[in-house]
């Protein structure tokens, strides 16, 4: 891959792999032409790019001349429609790969003449292994310095248990982190009540290879980052990251979020006790809705790649009642909850823009359900968000 920013890339930067002699390897290939429709075409480019997205971080490159594997011009693109491929390619990955890989980032670098290279970098997918479906295609690859190879049977046995083990240890988190605030042992003092815990978790961040936010350089941003529900807030280091907090004048917190060096979110907001009234308030869905979207910037903006883990979960709920919207319903509907905790399957966010309704609503209906009603009335039928006051 060329160390570079994809957006800082030049011609100067091009050039430099011919001067070095630059190989195509686990980390590059070189492609005179961009493939067409016929002869295969989307299967040749599929092939490449989930062979990078199998194995490791890489760049493909077309508008390159190679002889054996060595770049030796860049002749580049004859006047790209940049649109088009992007479209192109983007409407390939998603529909003649499985199960679904994050998009690659494009970038067409001018080489002259109306020409250009482009360059498609690839992540490194932590979904893997993904299978090139199109034109009746169906292979997995992986990559080595030779370049791009179908994967053999012992090979695809291990990509599989590295993924089921990925998704395994991030579920082992969850649970330790609900076992912990559920004994009360929380990052500073809170109220009392039941508690919403939110976790968004890149699988990146139990890959072990880096740290996805440099917390010191990235302060100023990420301090101005709510928690749920809150209007004002303060914040400070903490072991794991940057932890912003409610405070009241008794030193008790409604709510934090607390931001992982390796990407994870957690965030964590009380419903507290009024008079012995334990309530659970619907309206927590439209600060939900407000929240995830500014928790999900922060991984996608450190450089994160999809896909990522939603998982809510609630605990201290026993003997809470849910407050769903009076127009609908009457106090005597409101049951109480007859169990400590309320724990949701995760939900994967495949799509970082994806809209937080489509993003949050299979785990909301699930709250609904747990407290006995058919599901979130703070949707239409159609999945349109329309919270009641």
Same mark, same amino acid.
């Given at each position: 891959m060329i160390p570079r920013a994809l957006n800082e890339i030049t011609i100067a930067d091009l050039q430099s792999l011919i001067d070095n002699q630059v190989g195509e390897g686990k980390g590059i290939e070189y492609k005179r032409e961009l493939p067409g429709q016929g002869d295969g075409?989307?299967?040749?480019?599929?092939?490449?790019?989930?062979?990078?997205? =199998?194995?490791?971080?890489? !760049?493909?490159?077309?508008?390159?001349?190679?002889? !054996?594997?060595?770049? $030796?011009?860049?002749?580049?693109?004859?006047?790209? =429609?940049?649109?088009?491929i992007r479209q192109r390619? +983007?409407?390939?990955?998603? !529909?003649?790969?499985?199960?679904?890989?994050?998009?690659?980032?494009?970038?067409?670098v001018p080489v002259g003449e109306g020409r250009s290279v482009l360059i498609v970098r690839v992540a490194k997918s932590w979904n893997a292994p993904h299978r090139v479906t199109t034109g009746g295609h169906a292979h997995f690859y992986g990559r080595n310095s030779a370049?791009?190879?179908?994967?053999?049977?012992?090979?695809?046995?291990?990509?599989?248990?590295? *993924? +089921?083990?990925?998704?395994?240890?991030?579920? =082992?988190?969850?649970?330790?982190?609900?076992?912990?605030?559920? *004994?009360?042992?929380?990052?500073?003092?809170?109220?009392?009540?039941?508690?919403?815990?939110?976790? /968004?978790?890149?699988? +990146?961040?139990?890959?072990?290879?880096?740290?996805?936010i440099d917390i010191q350089a990235g302060h100023e941003n990420l301090s101005v980052v709510a928690p749920i529900a809150a209007t004002g807030w303060n914040n400070r280091f903490t072991l794991e990251g940057l932890l912003n907090f409610t405070s009241?004048?008794?030193? +008790?917190?409604?709510?934090?979020?607390?931001?992982?060096? =390796?990407? /994870?979110?957690?965030?964590?907001? $009380?419903?507290?006790?009024?008079?012995?009234?334990?309530?659970?308030? *619907?309206?927590?869905?439209?600060?939900?809705?407000q929240a995830v979207p500014r928790y999900i910037g922060v991984i996608r903006d450190a450089g994160a790649n999809p896909p990522a883990f939603l998982m809510l979960a609630f605990v201290g709920t026993k003997d809470y009642v849910f407050a769903a919207d009076r127009m609908r319903f009457s106090a005597d509907d409101y049951l109480p909850f007859d169990r400590d905790a309320l724990v949701l399957p995760e939900s994967v966010i495949q799509d970082f823009s994806a809209p937080p309704a489509a993003i949050l609503r299979s785990s909301l209906d699930l709250v609904w359900n747990a407290f006995g009603y058919l599901r979130s009335f703070n949707f239409d039928e159609a999945g349109n968000w329309i919270q009641r006051r």
């Open positions: 075409g989307p299967v040749k480019i599929l092939r490449s790019i989930s062979s990078f997205a =199998n194995a490791s971080d890489g !760049d493909l490159l077309y508008g390159v001349e190679a002889r !054996d594997g060595l770049p $030796v011009a860049l002749p580049g693109l004859e006047a790209p =429609n940049e649109d088009e390619l +983007e409407n390939m990955c998603r !529909d003649g790969v499985q199960p679904r890989m994050p998009h690659p980032q494009l970038r067409f370049g791009s190879y179908p994967l053999d049977v012992g090979e695809l046995r291990s990509a599989f248990t590295q *993924s +089921e083990t990925i998704v395994e240890r991030i579920r =082992n988190f969850r649970a330790a982190r609900l076992l912990a605030l559920g *004994s009360g042992e929380t990052p500073l003092k809170m109220y009392s009540g039941a508690k919403l815990v939110l976790h /968004i978790v890149p699988l +990146e961040a139990f890959t072990g290879t880096h740290q996805l009241s004048a008794q030193g +008790e917190s409604r709510a934090y979020v607390q931001i992982h060096r =390796n990407g /994870i979110i957690e965030a964590v907001a $009380v419903f507290t006790e009024h008079d012995g009234n334990r309530t659970i308030y *619907s309206s927590y869905e439209g600060s939900l809705m």
